[in-house]
């Protein structure tokens, strides 16, 4: 008998119960007791109707992801469902918590399903690039249509049981003790004599037959450059095409396809690396945390906002404190402005919208910040004003509050000297528009206490963010690599390249942008500032003026002037390639003395990423970054690094980093430049056939 899963019988009524904590998964162990309950049922000659749930807090969850990439072990999931849908006797699915993947296929098997009022069903396995590969692209859309099944499985977004049971998922919606529900449905459907309803058997409904075409149109965008979603729609078009036992021969083609594709193992890498990078490596699970119940910003501006606005829609007030009142009045203005925003999208309701706004203080007076158990600076980029403003925090902050930095260059370690509790000091460095963007690098200085660094994680999870914990160093992890990567687009126009093919190609490679777009977007003024600055200051280490220099000191900062690298016409955000910049470019090489060359698209893309990466091995070198993984997943969710791709640190791995590093020398040797200098992680790894995964 299966220690995993039991059978007993209430009346005429058979009980499966999968008790696999913490979620039921459906590993081998679980799929063959249940092929083993369901035999017994079957066996029952008592049990008239079979009740097919999960004990504790779930419902099968889905698939145990640990055995993807294990040679199967049977018997597999569609055998079991199978089984459950030829079974001679009717089979209920009642599920509560969360049926997801091959939970729910395993509920497509039974003739009916009923569920609790609070229990989510829904098709993910497009988020791991894979598609539902147990029947679930050729059983939903004979129940609820193609069209629908399509959004379902494309989605991949669970959905609750009002919308399930209105799209003719869930038969019944219940509410109160499950299996007493499940008793007394299962019992009225053996009174009735209610028939076995296998999904198998039914038709799909005739559709429009453009639908297909319509829907991969629909999604072409959004979903640019990943394979899983085009092979879900060709799963669902199998449906309407073929009977069910080729269907599903299809179905499990285009699933192992999907299987054996580097695009799922990236993406099913980035899945765990997002929860691994909240544990950070050498910091106890248990370490205490400190409560943080009131948060102060000071600065109102671009990011000072945004990040006020993560805490205020978690529910956590925020007081915030400018220089003067016109800033904070035009702070809160466009925080408001952003809010409505949403809810015409229809994202917030306008209840929340003033529920948010209503948990906003605003103060010029640092007493006031006495009672924040945690302050975030966000004041302008400069050593001697962020140094001020800590000494204030050294003087009014109450013991333990945590004091947080969102500099983006400067040297963490220093602004925590400035104040006599160097260990409640930390970056927490948001990403712009930081009440979208999903990253926060969270920099843990040389003194940063433990408890603090836990805080913090933890408090990024609260208000939706993936936190990462980085070490101190200029640019941190993300912008560091970056820079690495922007000087060789900039280098490779001087070569020869346009600023559009430089950009194409990285957009090709899957990012939602391309460098020059980029620094449109954020404005070529601040590094054109950032250099005059190195120029004043520090001439003989200060980059050469260039075109890109030309273009600001001409007032082109991006999209906020309509032109920079790119023309924007009438306000859009739409980049047009620029004859001005062209002349720029044309008069810096005629000035350098460069013969304008022809660049492959594969030199731009091997020079513009293998630099980032050999940026990230010194960054593992140096301990700036714990795992390869936490590199990965700051290039993800603050950057858009495709996800289909793993990250550039996995991505690098799939390439082979022999192959990488190869290229890195030959850079070098017709360089010299340091940038392209092997990080000796890299070259360790390369010369043992090793990738960054084997670290
Ligand atoms: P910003 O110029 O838009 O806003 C700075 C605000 O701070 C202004 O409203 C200013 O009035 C206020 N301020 C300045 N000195 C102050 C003081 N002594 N007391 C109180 N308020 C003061 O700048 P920003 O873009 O929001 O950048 C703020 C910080 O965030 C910088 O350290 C920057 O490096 C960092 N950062 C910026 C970005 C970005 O993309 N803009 C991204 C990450 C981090």
């Given amino acids: 008998m299966s220690d995993v899963v039991s059978y007993r019988r209430e009346d005429e009524v058979g009980l499966i119960v999968v008790d696999n904590p913490p979620v039921n998964a459906l590993g081998h162990a679980v799929r063959q007791g249940l092929l083993e309950a369901l035999d017994e049922g079957l066996a029952d000659p008592s049990a008239k109707a079979l009740v097919i749930m999960g004990g504790g807090r779930t419902f099968p969850a889905g698939a145990d992801i640990r055995e993807f990439g294990q040679t199967p072990k049977s018997p597999s999931l569609p055998d079991v469902i199978d089984a459950i849908e030829t079974s001679s006797k009717p089979v209920i699915a009642a599920v509560h918590g969360t049926a997801l993947g091959g939970g729910m296929e395993i509920t497509l098997g039974c003739d009916y399903r009923l569920a609790l009022d609070s229990a989510k069903m829904g098709l993910p396995e497009v988020n791991l690039g894979l598609l539902p590969g147990a029947g679930g692209t050729q059983r939903l859309p004979r129940l609820i249509g193609a069209r629908a099944a399509l ?299 433990d408890d603090a660094l836990a805080t913090v994680m933890a408090l990024a999870r609260r208000i939706s963010k993936v936190g990462v914990a980085v070490g101190v160093c200029y640019g941190f992890v993300g912008n560091r690599m970056l820079h690495k990567r922007q000087t060789q687009a900039v280098a490779l126009v001087n070569e020869g390249a346009t600023p559009s093919q430089v950009d194409r190609v990285l957009y090709d490679f899957g990012l939602p942008m391309g460098p020059f777009a980029m620094a449109d977007l954020a404005g070529l003024d601040v590094g054109w500032r950032i250099r005059e600055g190195l120029r004043e200051t520090d001439p003989a280490n200060a980059p050469a003026r260039n075109w890109m220099d030309a273009l600001a000191e001409a007032g082109r900062f991006g999209q906020k002037t309509g032109a920079g690298v790119f023309e924007y016409g009438d306000g859009g955000r739409t980049p047009e390639p620029s004859e001005t910049t062209a002349a720029e470019i044309d008069a810096y090489r005629a000035q350098q003395g460069i013969t304008p060359r022809d660049v492959s698209d594969e030199e731009i893309r091997e020079r513009c990423l293998y630099v980032m990466i050999n940026e990230g091995a010194k960054i593992l070198e140096e301990g700036i970054a714990a795992r390869p993984l936490d590199i990965d997943i700051v290039w993800i969710y603050g950057y858009g690094f495709p996800p289909y791709r793993g990250g550039p640190m996995f991505w690098a791995d799939q390439v082979g980093l022999g192959l990488v590093c190869d290229r890195i020398r030959t850079f070098h040797g017709e360089t010299g430049d340091p940038d392209w200098q092997v990080a000796p992680l890299l070259e360790k790894l390369a010369g043992e056939g090793k990738g960054f995964a084997d670290l």
């Fill in 151 to 449: 959004e379902a499985i494309v989605e991949g977004k669970p959905m609750k049981a009002a919308r399930l049971a209105e799209m003719g998922i869930i038969d019944e919606v219940v509410s109160g003790d499950l299996e007493r529900e499940a008793i007394a449905y299962a019992r009225k459907l053996v009174a009735e004599d209610a028939p076995r309803r296998p999904v198998s058997a039914l038709s799909v409904a005739a559709e429009d037959a453009d639908v297909f075409a319509e829907f991969e149109a629909a999604i072409a965008r959004k979903k640019r450059g990943y394979l899983a979603p085009f092979h879900c729609i060709k799963a669902v078009k199998a449906a309407t095409e073929m009977d069910f036992a080729a269907g599903m021969a299809r179905e499990r083609e285009l699933f192992v396809e999907l299987l054996n594709s580097p695009q799922s193992a990236a993406q099913r890498h980035v899945f765990f690396a997002e929860r691994e990078a909240a544990k950070v490596p050498g910091l106890a699970k248990d370490t205490p945390q400190r409560e943080i119940r009131r948060v102060a910003v000071i600065g109102a501006g671009t990011m000072g906002g945004g990040i006020a606005m993560n805490f205020l829609s978690a529910g956590i007030p925020v007081t915030m404190l400018e220089m003067k009142a016109e800033a904070l009045d035009r702070g809160v203005s466009v925080m408001r402005r952003n809010y409505e925003a949403s809810a015409r999208k229809g994202r917030l309701t306008t209840e929340q919208v003033e529920a948010n706004m209503g948990r906003l203080w605003t103060t010029l007076d640092y007493a006031d910040l006495a009672e924040a158990d945690l302050i975030i600076e966000a004041v302008f980029e400069n050593m001697d004003v962020k140094k001020t403003v800590f000494g204030e925090l050294d003087r009014v902050a109450k013991s333990g509050a945590i004091l947080a930095t969102n500099t983006s260059t400067l040297d963490v370690d220093e602004i925590a000297d400035a104040t006599s509790r160097p260990t409640d000091v930390l970056g927490m460095h948001f990403f712009s528009p930081a009440n979208v963007m999903k990253l926060l690098e969270v920099v843990r200085g040389a003194q940063t206490a």
